[in-house]
Nanobody
Framework: QVQLVESGGGLAQPGGSLRLSCAASGFTFSRYGMSWARQAPGKGLEWVAG????????YYADSVKGRFTISRDNAKNTLYLQMNSLKPEDTALYHC????????????????WGQGTQVTVSS
């Protein structure tokens, strides 16, 4: 079974940084693209970032472009999200997900995702 376990969330001040990790198992990690998505209270799921299986290309939502960096270490079956210049609106539960999503009417859909790690940005 696919297992995705996020870690690294916590409380940060505006302008601060956090690095999220996702430990993946139950599938051949290096064969799949991966994504980060987030859920904020009262909002739908947002596709934050995606990365090709070999890391050769990436996607970022406009809301995080230039501030967040997605990366992966296929030897460690681990996905990362480096978050810099954090803003209060980045507060959300962050999930890693297997593969890139299908997007319908602006709503991303993922087949597998982890339980998430909470990121709270507040002064």
């Amino acid at each position: 079974q696919v297992q995705l376990v996020e870690s690294g969330g916590g409380l940060a001040q505006p302008g601060g940084s956090l690095r999220l990790s996702c430990a993946a198992s139950g599938f051949t990690f290096s064969r799949y693209g991966m994504s980060w998505a987030r859920q904020a209270p009262g909002k739908g799921l947002e596709w934050v970032a995606g990365i090709y299986s070999d890391g050769s290309d990436t996607y970022y939502a406009d809301s995080v472009k230039g501030r967040f960096t997605i990366s992966r270490d296929n030897a460690k079956n681990t996905l990362y999200l480096q978050m810099n210049s954090l803003k209060p609106e980045d507060t959300a539960l962050y999930h890693c997900a297997k593969d890139w999503p299908t997007v319908v009417d602006g709503h991303p859909r993922f087949g597998s995702w982890g339980q998430g790690t909470q990121v709270t940005v507040s002064s």
